[in-house]
């Protein structure tokens, strides 16, 4: 009874905040939400809500007891939750991605429905590494071609992660930080350092960029047996002698990021050879922290200022997407109009991109850009504004994802309004 009379206790000192901050209104509360409040409670699924004459009455809560000495559960972050949401197989008591698992990660909101995971057998994970491809057969359709005939890590899923949101400019840096000894080769060894400092490094929104600077200083012993994975295999042959050269890496570095985005973009294109522009903002507008009204919002304002569709081709979309790779760049050529106050044209625009990447985007594309972020129709763009909301987009499900910020009230707060909104 401790827990229930805690809940509702709780509950109560929430009521008055909610009310503040205009959360609960005199209208009924879709039960959706009132799962969400009882869960971020510490309630379990049980919230009973009545009115009377328009005013809410204080909830009835049923909560489970808990043992008085429970250890305390270890923190979960975003990304290893967001791996076990889509993993799904299981071998000797390990969690493991499939390459089919990965793509769909890195491209949808949620995971296709499944009831557990398969458990795999030895000879199953010895019969999808046999079918592994050598690095000479490396393409940009080397995951779909794997699809659910291999396994990927935890580790190794941070690392891809990594991997998609490197500019061209950083493959050879990402290399010479594997590169321990400086040899301009990396092997086995050298590559499973990645095990050690993923799994002890702190999470944050830059933590891959740490855990990479600290690549050289962390030798693993790895005498000890370690699973052969599919990109292990991949790199590095079935006996793990074969070593890993500069090009190899960096072939591997832009197929994986071309394989995404065509997967991307077929979604959208239908088997046709463009993209609307609508299609391309709702490509754009995943994964960000604009909340449904947002986003809802920016789309009405492409399809009412872009009266007339042009579409946007593959090479076009993909340009736009290795530009966002150069984020970083671009803010600093932008820093000189956010000290003046002054908005970004479309000429000005281009010219950035052009001055981080060394390559112009198509006039279509940034004129949608435009059209999604020019809220008030004066032709110019808050950079900004533009930089945080691409950032999210950038890191496909990772940096946004509303995991990234549990226990924030805020986010709590508009995670409730959005689903209100969308009952």
Known sequence: MAAVRRCRDLLRSLRPILWKEGIFTKQPIPRRSLYMIAAASGCTLAIHWFYKQGQAI?????????????????????????????????????????????????????PRPRIGRVKLAAQDVEGMLRQTPSRSRGSNKLFRNLHDKGIISYTEYLFLLCVLTKPRSGFRIAFNMFDTDGNQIVDKKEFLVLERVFSKQPDSEDGEGR???VLSKVIPAVETRIQDTSLMIHFFGKYGKDVLKYDDFHRFMENLQSEVIELEFLEFSKGMNT???????HILLRYTLLDRTEIDECIARVKD??????????????????????????????????YAQQPVSQDEFQRAVRVCTGFTLGKDVVNTVFQIFDSDGDGHLSSPEFI?????????????????????????????????KSN
Request: with cysteine.
């Open 388 to 420: 945080s909301i691409m950032k999210d987009r950038l890191h496909r499900g990772s940096r946004s994802h509303l995991m990234h910020t549990q226990g924030n009230w805020e986010a709590f707060r508009q995670c409730i309004r959005n689903e209100m």
């Open 305 to 338: 200022r872009i009266q007339q569709e042009k579409g946007i081709t593959f090479q076009e979309f993909k340009k736009f997407c290795q530009f966002l790779n150069n984020l970083d760049d671009f803010s600093i050529a932008m820093k000189m109009y956010t």
């Open 275 to 281: 993209i609307s522009e609508v299609d391309f903002a």
């Open 58 to 110: 204080v909830p009835v809560v049923h909560a489970r007891e808990t043992e008085k000495d429970e250890p305390p559960k270890e923190r979960v972050t975003h990304r290893e939750m967001r791996f076990r949401q889509f993993a799904s197989v299981e071998y000797q008591g390990n969690i493991y991605m499939t390459p089919q698992d990965f793509l769909e990660s890195v491209t949808e909101e949620c």
């Open 211 to 213: 855990k990479m600077e």
